[in-house]
């Protein structure tokens, strides 16, 4: 079954706390995306990876830190420097091919700082 | 101003009428379009893309693009009530690694 996995669905978190989560995807993906999207708004980039380790940031980059050690899996790590976390996280993947600029979403982690 | 605006509804219709959906962008080096539909505490799944001015039809829905005027349309025909959710539009452009910016999303409520 093809797709992208994020775990856990929901997280919480203490403040000063760092918190990973976890993105999988099993479509053969160049590109992976992490997403913040607050209530009522659109989607805001934090970081992408184009291929395996390497990964810019995106437009808030600031109190986040991914790694991409493998093809399959591009892990969040929220910082406690950033202030204001508490949000709906979305990964999601993008082949690299021609004319294929379509990008793939998981299910989302909705993180909650306590 | 936002690069993509979007009205962020929420727009209600009743069931089996068109539902129009449109975002008005500011970059002209938009090359690709496409549409999202999110419900509640999911993740967005893609329901259209293009990158052509134009119309594309898939089913009920019709995508159309506008680039001399920087706008780009969704049409939703026979809308039912499993229709109901956010639509977020996004756009991207190959020299900028394909990042892909969003609307802020229209809520659509379809009453039956």
């Known amino acids: 079954d093809g797709g992208i996995t994020q775990s856990p669905k929901y997280l919480f978190r203490k403040e000063g706390q760092n918190v990973t989560l976890s993105c999988e995807q099993n479509?053969?993906?160049?590109?992976m995306y992490w997403y913040r999207q607050d209530p009522g708004q659109g989607l805001r980039l934090i970081y992408y990876s184009q291929i395996v380790n390497d990964f810019q940031k995106g437009d808030i980059a600031e109190g986040y830190s991914v790694s991409r050690e493998k093809k399959e899996s591009f892990p969040l790590t929220v910082t406690s420097a950033q202030k204001n976390p508490t949000a709906f996280y979305l990964c999601a993947s993008r082949s690299g091919r021609a004319n294929t600029d379509t990008q793939y979403f998981g299910p989302g982690t909705r993180l909650t700082v306590l | 101003q936002k690069e993509v605006e979007q009205d962020p509804g929420p727009l209600s219709v009743p069931e089996g009428a068109i539902v129009s959906l449109n975002c008005t962008y500011s970059?002209?080096?938009?090359?690709?379009f496409m549409w999202y539909r999110q419900y509640s505490r999911k993740g967005p799944e893609l329901l259209m893309y293009?990158?052509?001015?134009g119309n594309k039809e898939d089913g009920r829905f019709t995508a159309q693009v506008d680039k001399s005027s920087k706008y780009i349309s969704l049409f939703i025909r026979d809308s039912q009530p499993s229709d109901s959710a956010t639509y977020l539009c996004a756009m991207s452009f190959k020299a900028a690694g394909n990042k892909l910016t969003f609307g802020g999303g229209t809520r659509v409520l379809v009453k039956p």
């Open positions: 479509l053969n993906h160049d590109a």
């Open positions: 970059n002209s080096a938009f090359q690709y």
């Open positions: 293009t990158y052509s001015s």
